[in-house]
């Protein structure tokens, strides 16, 4: 599934609107339904960010998978619950009926899931924890970083890669100032695990200046790492890939500038451009 959003695209020094398909993201809550001593169970084992569609595809291959179900007959069938909610009109919610408990153990099930759409939001239980605990939106009149920088951004962040010149498989964030000097950076397999490591290590050293400082990161940007960087009141999140549907949602909302397909020629905008500086 996906959606067009309109976009502020730069391309050759050449600014014009159009619109751009944006992949979906949506959380789906995922339960189990079992009968244990005779009464009617229902569990939260987690929630996942995906694109919606195939939802019972994914509840059976992830029981199965995560052997809650050694056998897909265990599974006697799959329920949406829930109204449909949010702009998508879509249930955000799933109940498998499974017939077999030896492989139940909630706890457990709670401590070790870690859920994905390339992580996604890890360990979270409930639909509710999704909000992200923030009351004010960011003042749009800062950072105020040059187009030439932005263009310049994929290349700084290769620059400090130690480990993709040796891998290629690794992701990275970088804290960056409005100059184009990089502050920090850091590496992981998992995006969402570099920007934590990255944000951790600002802190820490006291690095963070939300006035003349963006965050790039060198994949797709989803909803989890948007949130991320809110909490550390960063006003712009550049990604080498592309947003999805409820990162530019939230960026929106809460006031941050979010660029994606970050180029040495171009870019996209997809929310608050007044942070960008177009003058050559």
């Given at each position: 599934?996906?959606i067009?959003?309109n976009?502020?695209?730069?391309?050759?020094n050449?600014?014009?609107e159009?619109?751009?398909?944006?992949?979906?993201?949506?959380?789906?809550e995922?339960?189990?339904?079992f009968?244990?001593?005779?009464?009617?169970?229902?569990?939260n084992?987690?929630?996942?960010m995906?694109?919606?569609?195939?939802?019972?595809?994914?509840?059976?291959?992830?029981?199965?998978?995560e052997r809650i179900?050694?056998?897909?007959s265990?599974?006697?069938?799959?329920?949406k619950?829930?109204?449909?909610?949010?702009?998508?009109?879509?249930?955000n919610?799933?109940?498998?009926?499974i017939?077999?408990?030896?492989?139940?153990?909630?706890?457990?099930?709670?401590?070790?899931?870690?859920?994905?759409?390339?992580?996604?939001?890890?360990?979270?239980?409930?639909?509710?924890?999704?909000?992200v605990?923030?009351?004010e939106?960011?003042?749009?009149?800062?950072?105020?970083?040059?187009?030439?920088?932005i263009?310049?951004s994929p290349?700084?962040?290769?620059?400090?890669?130690?480990?993709?010149?040796?891998?290629?498989?690794?992701?990275?964030?970088?804290?960056?100032?409005?100059?184009?000097?990089?502050?920090a950076?850091?590496?992981?397999?998992?995006?969402?695990?570099?920007?934590?490591?990255?944000?951790?290590?600002?802190?820490?050293?006291?690095l963070?200046?939300?006035?003349?400082?963006?965050?790039?990161?060198?994949?797709r940007?989803?909803?989890?790492?948007?949130q991320?960087?809110?909490?550390?009141?960063?006003?712009l999140?550049?990604?080498?890939?592309?947003?999805?549907?409820?990162?530019?949602?939230?960026?929106?909302?809460?006031g941050?500038?979010?660029?994606?397909?970050v180029?040495?020629?171009?870019?996209n905008i997809?929310?608050?451009?007044?942070?960008?500086?177009?003058?050559?």
């Amino acid at each position: 599934m996906n959606i067009k959003y309109n976009v502020t695209k730069l391309k050759d020094n050449s600014v014009g609107e159009v619109k751009d398909f944006v992949s979906i993201e949506e959380p789906l809550e995922m339960n189990i339904r079992f009968l244990s001593n005779g009464k009617w169970i229902t569990e939260n084992i987690s929630i996942t960010m995906r694109t919606p569609g195939n939802d019972e595809e994914l509840i059976s291959g992830f029981l199965f998978n995560e052997r809650i179900v050694e056998k897909f007959s265990e599974i006697t069938k799959i329920e949406k619950d829930g109204e449909k909610v949010g702009d998508y009109n879509i249930q955000n919610k799933i109940i498998a009926f499974i017939n077999s408990t030896k492989n139940i153990d909630i706890g457990k099930l709670k401590r070790n899931f870690v859920t994905n759409s390339s992580c996604g939001v890890c360990g979270k239980t409930s639909l509710d924890s999704i909000e992200v605990i923030k009351n004010e939106k960011l003042d749009l009149s800062f950072p105020k970083v040059k187009k030439e920088v932005i263009m310049e951004s994929p290349k700084l962040l290769m620059n400090e890669q130690s480990e993709f010149s040796k891998t290629g498989g690794i992701h990275a964030s970088a804290l960056i100032n409005e100059s184009g000097k990089t502050i920090a950076t850091k590496e992981d397999v998992g995006r969402h695990n570099a920007l934590d490591k990255l944000i951790g290590h600002a802190h820490r050293k006291k690095l963070i200046d939300n006035r003349s400082q963006f965050i790039a990161c060198s994949g797709r940007l989803n909803f989890e790492l948007v949130q991320k960087g809110l909490m550390s009141n960063i006003g712009l999140m550049v990604g080498v890939g592309a947003p999805t549907s409820l990162a530019i949602d939230l960026a929106k909302r809460f006031g941050m500038t979010l660029l994606g397909f970050v180029k040495k020629n171009s870019f996209n905008i997809y929310t608050h451009k007044q942070r960008i500086d177009f003058k050559d």
